[in-house]
C-alpha cells in the first residue's frame, strides 16, 4: 500500500489558484510532520512547506504569503492550497512524512508520495 498519495494538480493560468491533497495511510498520523517538496525537471527537489506534527508551520521564502499548509487529522489528509500561482511554480508536487520531525531537508522524511503535477501558464 503507498502510503501517501497526491491529488489535485492541474494546469492553471498564472493568478490562479489550486489545492493540493496529500491522503496518508499512516497509523498515528497526528505524529508525523508532514511537508510538500517540488521538483521542476532538471531541477532539484525543494521544499515548500511543513506542517508540524507538535504544530505551527513553516514556508519556503518563495512562497510565503502565497501558499498555505494544513492537516485534517480525523481524515488523514494533508493540504497546500495554493493563490497567485506563477510560472515559476511549475512543477510536481511531492507529499512526505516525518515521524515527529522538525526538518526542512529532503533526506530527513521517510514517506514519499508518488507526486503530482502543476502547470502554471502565462
Known amino acids: 500500500q503507498v502510503p501517501l498519495v497526491e491529488s489535485g494538480g492541474g494546469l492553471v493560468q498564472a493568478g490562479g489558484s489550486l489545492r493540493l491533497s496529500c491522503a496518508a495511510s499512516?497509523?498515528?498520523?497526528?505524529?508525523?510532520?508532514m511537508a510538500w517538496f517540488r521538483q521542476a525537471p532538471g531541477q532539484e527537489r525543494d521544499f515548500v512547506a511543513a506542517?508540524?506534527?507538535?504544530?505551527?508551520?513553516y514556508y519556503a521564502d518563495s512562497v510565503v504569503g502565497r501558499f498555505a499548509v494544513s492537516r485534517d487529522n480525523a481524515k488523514n489528509t494533508v493540504y497546500l492550497q495554493m493563490n497567485s500561482l506563477k510560472p515559476e511554480d511549475t512543477a510536481a508536487y511531492f507529499c512526505a512524512a516525518d515521524w515527529r520531525g522538525s526538518s526542512t531537508q529532503r533526506a530527513a522524511y521517510t514517506y514519499w508520495g508518488q507526486g503530482t503535477q502543476v502547470t502554471v501558464s502565462s
Open positions: 506542517i508540524y506534527w507538535s504544530g505551527g508551520t
Open positions: 499512516l497509523g498515528f498520523f497526528n505524529r508525523y510532520t
